[in-house]
C-alpha cells in the first residue's frame, strides 16, 4: 500500500516548538514545571506531560500561589501583566510563544505609541487575542463578525491599526476590514493571519484528489480538524475521520492502492506514526 502523508499534518511550527520547549523542560529543569494553560488542546499529551511532573495552571490566582519552579508561556502568547506577575513571584519564565505572536504584540506597542487605536479581529474569549490586548496600554477593540464590523464606530480623526488572530478566516478578514475602511478613518491595515491553516488545508485537498481513500486524524471537536475532513470528503468520497488508530476501520474490500493521511493541528506526531506504520503494513 502506498501511503501519502501530508507534511503539514499535526501541529503548527509554534504549537510543536511549545511542546518541544516543554519537554527540555522537563529533562533540564529544577524544581516543578508548570504551563500556563495546556500547552496544546490535546489530552493525551497534556496527561503523558502531567505523568512527567509538568502541572497545568488555568488562572492567574493558582500562578500568584506560586513561590518557585519554571512557568511556561504556551505559543498563544499572555499579555504583559502575566510576565510582570511572574517576575514578582520569582519564578523562572520560559517563553514559548510563537514568534508570529510576538510580532503582533510588538506590532500593537508600536502602533499605540504611534497614537493608534488597536483593532484586532478576532475572537475577544481565545486567550491569543487576550494576550494581545494585554500589550495596550488602552483597551484594544475586537471585531469577530460582519455585523459587528457595521457598528464598530470611532470618533472622527481617530486613528486605527488593524491586525488579526493568527487563526482568523482569511476571507472573512478581508469582509470585516472592507467594511471598516470604507468609514472613513486614517488606518493602517496589517493582516496577521498565519499561513500554517491554509497550507495545511491546501495540501490535504491536493493529496484527497489524488488517493483512493484519505484519513484525516484530529480529536472529535476539533473545529480545525473538521474543517479538514470535508476539505478531504468533497475530494475523496472515501475519506475517514478518526481520533487514533483504534478507530481505524479501512474498507479494504475496494480496491485501495494509494492511502492519504492529514491530522488536525493538535494532533501529536506520534499517532499520526501510529496510524501510518499501521496502514503501511497492515495493507
Ligand atoms: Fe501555529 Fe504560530 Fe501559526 S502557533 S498557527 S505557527 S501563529
Redesign the pocket.
Known amino acids: 500500500m502506498e501511503v501519502r502523508l501530508a507534511k503539514t499534518a499535526g501541529f503548527?511550527?509554534?504549537?510543536r516548538r511549545?511542546v518541544d520547549t516543554v519537554y527540555e523542560q522537563v529533562e533540564q529543569a529544577e524544581g516543578p514545571i508548570y504551563t500556563y494553560g495546556p500547552i496544546v488542546h490535546n489530552e493525551t499529551v497534556v496527561q503523558e506531560l502531567e505523568e512527567k511532573g509538568v502541572k497545568v495552571l488555568n488562572s492567574e490566582e493558582e500562578l500568584k500561589s506560586l513561590t518557585s519552579g519554571t512557568v511556561i508561556i504556551r505559543?498563544?502568547g499572555v499579555g504583559e501583566k502575566v510576565y510582570e506577575l511572574l517576575k514578582q513571584q520569582g519564578v523562572n519564565l520560559v517563553d514559548a510563544t510563537?514568534?508570529?505572536?510576538k510580532k503582533i504584540h510588538r506590532i500593537a506597542r508600536k502602533e499605540e505609541a504611534n497614537g493608534r487605536h488597536i483593532l484586532i479581529i478576532g475572537n475577544a474569549k481565545h486567550p491569543e487575542v487576550e494576550g494581545i490586548r494585554g500589550w495596550c496600554e488602552k483597551p484594544a477593540y475586537v471585531v469577530e463578525s460582519l455585523e459587528e464590523a457595521e457598528n464598530f464606530a470611532l470618533p472622527m480623526g481617530e486613528k486605527l491599526c488593524i491586525v488579526s488572530q493568527?487563526?482568523f478566516n482569511y476571507n472573512k478578514f478581508e469582509d470585516i476590514v472592507e467594511i471598516i475602511s470604507k468609514k472613513g478613518y486614517d488606518i493602517i491595515v496589517l493582516n496577521t493571519i498565519?499561513?500554517?491553516?491554509e497550507e495545511r488545508q491546501t495540501e490535504a485537498r491536493e493529496i484527497a484528489s489524488d488517493v483512493d481513500a484519505m484519513i484525516v486524524i484530529g480529536g472529535s471537536h476539533s473545529s480545525n480538524t473538521q474543517k479538514l475532513f470535508e476539505i478531504c470528503k468533497k475530494e475523496c468520497e472515501n475519506t475517514y475521520y478518526i481520533q487514533s488508530l483504534d478507530d481505524l476501520d479501512l474498507k479494504t474490500s475496494q480496491s485501495i492502492r494509494c492511502v492519504g493521511i492529514t491530522a488536525g493541528?493538535s494532533t501529536p506526531n506520534k499517532i499520526i506514526e501510529e496510524v501510518q506504520k499501521h496502514v503501511r503494513i497492515k495493507f
Open positions: 503548527c511550527f509554534g504549537v511549545a505559543a498563544h510563537c514568534p508570529f505572536v493568527t487563526t498565519c499561513s500554517a491553516t493541528a
